[in-house]
DNA sequence: TCATTAATTACCTCTTACGTTAATTAACAT
DNA sequence: ATGTTAATTAACGTAAGAGGTAATTAATGA
């Protein structure tokens, strides 16, 4: 499992997390789906590259495809890190604890 | 308020990210007192400068030394990235959009 | 005033990141 | 076999990131 800063480095790319939030929201999606016209395949290839590296999303090989989803802990372990300052919410977010951990 | 790819650039860096967790942690500290042995000062400048352009932190000034803290939109910017796509988490988190709610 | 403390800015170096086009690999379909 | 589709790897250029030393700004204190 890598590191927080690596996630957090590898959704600070606008292309890997508008492709994330793509994933999140319709699921499991090919490489050729998820490709954005403003930018050439094999650009679109390095950043799975890097969000696959990064342990956020798996791929799966089916013929000529690739096929991408997100990995549910990567996005958990985000959400833990924001809950581990709760204090810093003055305990107004207690409940949130409860919830991820249901989760897992 | 900055973008959301900013917010993750920025605490993708271990050093950053270490800088606002003790923050978060410890709450206001000055430059000199989150100064780590392992950088110098110069480059714990430019980290600062880029987590205020981010939005994360904020500071002030008390004399010679700058005071930095957490602003709270920041990391309950990421929280509510998260929770936008609770449905990924089959439903189990509804009750974080609450938590978050009550927290603004 | 002059030295000290705290932090930043200027300048330079090196590495990594990100994009392109061209070439390659791999699986299908006819 | 051959062409087509899907994606990646190779090779290359440019820009941004991260670090250092030296110089500078600003406030304090003797």
Redesign the pocket.
């Known amino acids: 499992m890598p590191q927080l800063p690596t996630t957090f480095?590898?959704l600070?790319?606008?292309?890997?997390l508008a492709i994330v939030e793509r994933l999140l929201a319709e699921g499991e999606l090919?490489?050729?789906?998820?490709?954005a016209d403003?930018?050439?395949?094999?650009?679109?290839?390095?950043?799975?590259?890097?969000l696959?590296e990064a342990g956020i999303v798996v791929?799966r090989?089916?013929?000529?495809?690739?096929?991408?989803s997100v990995k549910p802990e990567a996005v958990q372990a985000i959400g833990e890190w924001v809950l581990n300052f709760r204090e810093f919410w003055a305990g107004s977010l207690d409940r949130l604890d409860a919830a991820l951990k249901e989760a897992e």
């Open positions: 480095a590898a600070g790319n606008a292309t890997r090919s490489a050729g789906a998820l490709q403003s930018i050439t395949p094999p650009a679109m290839s390095r950043h799975f590259k890097v696959r791929q090989v089916d013929a000529q495809r690739r096929l991408y």
